[in-house]
């Protein structure tokens, strides 16, 4: 049966059959193609889209934009705190007014239930840009960045390391059931995903052929990897004081060389960024004052290192959002 995804919310990669989820990896790689032969796709010439965030960004934020201008629409950015939203202004009312003006609406925020409100009164199509429960744009991205490294998806083993009950934690181990990869969750028994999403992905996996792994074993998480992804330790949105447990926690999770070369012979390390590999950012030099770290939730060995896909996941985040923004306004 065709795809058709007109009209559709991404919500979350749960919503979407492994059928629509190929598609859109599909058409991502078409876009792709067509930036790098610069032949010009204003296909959305006329549309107009909203990019609503209550968090910051740099990567999603530019991929919606440069992807909307690329198909040629007018894109309204509201950066946190700068609407009525969530003050003056209930997210109802928020999706009523934008869904009279806008074709399309991104939004980053707190709850998943706030951006399913949203696509539920807007009456146009809604695009989780990162919620604390899921960031399925991202996944599109990480998807088409293993594929063009591998060849193939299905039977890869992927391993995510560090906060494994995070948006990306929740969201990887989905588009990996999903997709018919092998995932394993490397990381303290305390930040496990809960347990009716492991039972819900472990129900997909079956039919995707793959398995779900839940480990606190470093070396026997890591044993044969294709992929070592690892996200940072405090996500936004977490108050400050989670940084001295989480560090303690998620010390012996640190991706490393040992990590990698633990992992298979053509390993690739995957982030979805922004990483704390070194002391050049503010966060990154307050904690090596307090606790004496330079390095965290992977080393600036293994993040400069040849293994290292991390700017090309980025720049697949623009194309992969081109591809959804396309095939649910066309
Ligand atoms: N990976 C990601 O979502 O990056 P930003 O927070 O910069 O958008
Ligand atoms: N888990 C991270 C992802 C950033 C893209 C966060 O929510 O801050």
Redesign the pocket.
Known sequence: MSVNLRGRSLLKLLDYTPSEIRYLLDLSKNFKDLKRTNTPHKYLKGKNIALLFEK??????CSFEVAGYDLGMGVTYLEPGSSQMGKKESIKDTARVLGRMYDGIEYRGFSQDLVEELSKYAKVPVWN??TDEF?PT?MLADLLTIEENFGYLKGINFTYMGDARNNLGNSLMVACAKMGLNFTSCAPKELWPNKELVEECQKIAKDSNCTITLTEDVKEGTKNADVIYTDIWVSMGEPEEMWAPRINLLKPYQVNDEVMNNASKNAIFMH???SFHNRETTIGEKIYEKFGISEMEVTDSVFESKRSKVFDEAEN?MHTIKAVIYATLC
Do not use: Y
Not at 56 to 61: A, F, G, I
């Open positions: 910051t960004s740099t990567r999603t934020r840009g990162l960031h991202q979805c960024l922004p985040r």
